[in-house]
């Protein structure tokens, strides 16, 4: 074994960032339901589930977190596309792949730099996809669709799902 391949203790940020990051990520995740009006859901469920998910990041509390914030997102009303929406899809995200890394890594641990390089290139991937999503939404019509292209795309659609059965049947 050489030099270059020995471990080096004490290099890297303390797991402890990675807390201080959850908590930051589910404080901004409680902000944006509150700036809309959405008071009981929020305080009721989800800064509880943040603070239990800072504490327990390996534990179900973030994944409550998602599913909560997206229930009081849907039920403030408005459009899918109002901007509250558009914050919130990055800073769930955000909540989530930091968990995932805090969760892997223990309370007294280190995390060197060079491992959040992935995450944060498939981070920035997503993001970049759920743009070009966002953008292609943003383009459809508002109104009722014609029968024939709804009935265009459920085949597609099941068209698709054939091919996927398909696909793992020959493996």
């Known amino acids: 074994m050489s030099a270059r391949d020995a471990l080096v203790v004490g290099r890297g940020m303390p797991a402890s960032v990675l807390r201080a990051a959850i908590f930051v990520f589910g404080i901004a995740i409680v902000v944006v339901p509150l700036s809309e009006g959405v008071t009981v859901g929020t305080f009721v469920v989800l800064l509880p589930a943040v603070l239990a998910s800072v504490y327990a990041p390996a534990s179900p509390a973030p994944a409550g977190v998602v599913v909560v914030a997206a ?45 959040l390089r992935a995450p944060a290139l498939r981070f920035l991937l997503i993001q970049g996809i759920m743009a070009v999503i966002v953008l292609a939404v943003s383009l459809l019509p508002v109104g009722r669709a014609d029968p024939l292209f709804e009935a265009v795309a459920l085949a597609g659609l099941a068209g698709v799902a054939l091919v996927i059965v398909w696909l793992q049947r020959v493996r």
Do not use: D, K, Q, S
């Not at 109002?82 to 309370?107: D, M, N, S």
């Open 71 to 115: 229930a009081v997102a849907a039920v403030a009303g408005g459009g899918p596309l109002r901007p509250e929406v558009l914050v919130l899809i990055p800073l769930v995200h955000l909540f989530h792949v930091t968990c995932g890394l805090a969760g892997a890594v223990p309370a007294a641990g280190r995390v060197h730099l060079r491992a």
